[in-house]
């Protein structure tokens, strides 16, 4: 049972505009989340997080947006460049013990 | 910018042999993960250290694998004997505190692949 899922495998995006990345979440009692973008051949980099007492929390071009009720998280790039194409996952942790992560989103941005 | 240093980079392995694989986490980061990812799946937690003692080995699958982090510093992960499905990226991860909001600072793996 995935208790993390990330269900769009891959997402192209034009330079310039925006790239929303998408997670849900199955366990209520998870209340910290993160997000993490991986490059080839490299580990996964700490991107931006965000714990249940928020609903938004904004790092220069990258936003994420919390929704409880729904058990939807999603990650927002504004403006696009093409650097930001990597695989991005989020995960999902209780009393920031044991993150759980999703399967990832290839994001290819488009010069 | 401190780094996870592990080692090797990559392994190949026939099966039914013995692999290992290294971390050294940032120092002073007392707390130590072992995660595997298989292609096109997430990173699974395998095990996870707080300084020398094992706080989650869970899925760990111990008939095989160990995990060993004498000194609270270094770590070795070990397959004995490796099987064919064990082919897949083992990253290692640390940070100053469990589950730190700012995130775990992942190396750049190990990766395995058994013929």
């Known amino acids: 049972d995935q208790q993390v899922k990330q269900n769009s495998p891959s997402l192209s995006v034009q330079e310039g505009r925006i790239s929303i990345l998408n997670c849900d979440y199955t366990?209520?009692?998870?209340?910290?989340f993160l997000w993490y973008k991986k490059y080839p051949a490299e580990g996964p980099t700490f991107l931006i997080s965000?714990?249940?007492?928020?609903d938004k929390n904004e790092d220069g071009r990258f936003t994420v947006f919390l929704n409880k009720s729904a058990k939807h998280l999603s990650l927002h790039i504004v403006p696009s460049q093409p650097g930001d194409s990597a695989v991005y996952f989020c995960a999902a942790g209780r009393g920031t013990y044991k993150y759980i992560f999703g399967t990832g989103t290839r994001l290819k941005v488009l010069a | 910018e401190a780094e996870v240093a592990q080692s090797p980079r990559y392994k190949i392995t026939e099966k039914s042999q013995a692999v290992a694989f290294w971390c050294d986490p940032i120092?002073?980061?007392?707390?130590l993960y072992w995660y595997r990812q298989i292609l096109g799946q997430g990173p699974e937690l395998l095990v996870q250290?707080?300084?020398?003692?094992?706080?989650?080995d869970s899925q760990l699958p111990k008939d095989r694998f160990s995990a060993e982090r004498l000194k609270g510093v270094d770590s070795t992960l070990k397959i004995q004997p490796a099987e064919l499905g064990d082919s897949a990226m083992y990253l290692c991860a640390s940070s100053l505190d469990p589950g730190a909001l700012r995130g775990y600072t992942f190396g750049s793996g190990t990766r395995l692949t058994v013929v």
């Open positions: 366990n209520s009692m998870f209340d910290y």
């Open positions: 120092s002073g980061h007392a707390t």
């Open positions: 250290f707080q300084d020398e003692s094992v706080v989650d």
């Open positions: 965000i714990s249940s007492i928020k």
